[in-house]
């Protein structure tokens, strides 16, 4: 069973859609019990991050997360606030990414809103993705590039795309909007070995 945590942060059914379609049993929710005996773990997140932040500890999923040793996948905000700190209201992240999150300087429009291609595609999450592939990006703040990144994407400036630390993945884009290639990403990480 894949768990999708539930913090009233948004994309949450977007997100379940797609795992259905991939013929995966899902459930919402923020049961510490549930979300530990999951299969799989997926973070969506669609929203500001201190407030999202404030949700998680209110929940106290600020403590489980970092815990979780089955694959875990934060998505867009999901991914930024599994990161050492965020510019976004001056958020203390949860650390599992030693990556701060920046808001993009407005040289060019910002939010970065759009279809974007990927380079230096690492890890297990990009099977069979090529940097011909485009995926879909709303973001305003961006993951400094790390050692920890497993893609790069260009807008403004080079960024992680994508993060990926022992158990726990993280993708800016969003992998349940991006089409075929999202499917291919998401169908990859749902299919990862405990």
Same mark, same amino acid.
């Given at each position: 069973m894949i768990a999708i945590i539930d913090y009233a942060a948004g994309n949450v059914k977007s997100v379940e859609n797609a795992a259905k379609k991939l013929g995966f049993k899902t459930q919402v929710t923020a049961d510490h019990q549930i979300i530990r005996n999951a299969d799989k773990v997926i973070f969506p997140g669609v929203g500001e991050a201190s407030s999202a932040m404030? %949700?998680?500890?209110a929940a106290g999923l600020d403590t489980l997360i970092p815990q979780l040793k089955q694959p875990f996948l934060g998505i867009c905000l999901g991914q930024q606030l599994l990161c050492a700190s965020s510019e976004e209201g001056q958020t203390k992240g949860l650390g599992i990414f030693d990556v701060e999150v920046k808001k993009f300087p407005a040289i060019q429009v910002v939010p970065h809103m759009g279809w974007n291609s990927l380079q230096q595609l690492e890890g297990p999450l990009?099977?069979?993705?090529?940097?011909?592939?485009?995926?879909?990006?709303?973001h305003s703040y961006y993951c400094e590039l790390s050692e920890e990144k497993s893609s790069v994407c260009d807008y403004i400036m080079p960024f992680s795309a994508?993060?990926? %630390?022992?158990n726990f993945y993280g993708t800016q884009f969003h992998p349940e909007k991006s089409g075929r290639a999202g499917l291919l990403v998401l169908q990859n990480f749902l299919n990862l070995k405990r």
């Open positions: 404030e %949700k998680l500890q990009f099977q069979g993705i090529s940097e011909t592939d485009d995926f879909y990006f709303v994508s993060l990926h %630390k022992n």
